[in-house]
């Protein structure tokens, strides 16, 4: 299974960081992660490469606070949908598919960003390395935590199905495989859990 992901370090976030974050993860998302650079970041964010440098210490440190926070705003949105599915495992898991669908709409055009900084970042050396698999681990974990209420002798197969049915999800949606790819995954989910 490899190694436990370790806690990225994280910076103190200065209105000049903050937008120079929100610029990077425009370009980040928009472009991908090697196509962008320290320059350009600078001068979207209308800021000097030196801030960055100061700010930062490294283009790597602002790849892992953009995937880190978007990984924040994704846990919180999905709190909410969860929240508002009440205590049924059933209904959480199946709010799952529908928090992904919500976001992907509104959110991911182009797919899950951590899929798509994986295939930037495959080196686990990479310090924003831990922050992708981390997020990945986190929602097997979640999938496993509804499980075990749901079926609790079979819980590790069901929660690698289900993560198996968000995940192919993500992907084909990002590549606009077909439309709607969240619902598709929601309705294969919504059999499967009976």
Request: charged letters at 25%; aromatic letters at 6%; a negative charge.
């Amino acid at each position: 299974m490899g190694t436990p992901a370790q806690t990225p370090h994280r910076i103190v976030m200065t209105p000049a960081a903050r937008r120079a974050l929100d610029a990077a993860a425009r370009l980040f998302y928009e472009r991908g992660i090697h196509a962008v650079g320290v320059d350009l970041i600078a001068a979207e964010a209308g800021v000097t490469k030196k801030t960055l440098y100061d700010r930062f210490g490294s283009k790597e440190q602002i790849v892992v606070e953009y995937l880190a926070d978007r990984d924040e705003r994704w846990r919180a949105f999905l709190a909410e949908h969860l929240d508002a599915a009440g205590p049924d495992p059933r209904a959480r898991a199946l709010a799952v598919f529908d928090a992904t669908g919500a976001w992907a709409a509104d959110l991911s055009p182009k797919g899950c960003s951590m899929v798509n900084a994986h295939a930037e970042i495959s080196d686990p050396a990479h310090p924003a390395h831990p922050v992708i698999t981390g997020q990945k681990r986190w929602m097997l974990d979640l999938f496993t935590r509804l499980a075990e209420d749901i079926v609790p002798d079979r819980a590790g197969e069901l929660a690698r199905t289900l993560m198996l049915l968000h995940e192919g999800a993500l992907v084909a949606h990002g590549l606009g495989i077909f439309p709607d790819a969240a619902a598709s995954a929601r309705e294969q989910a919504r059999a499967l859990l009976g």
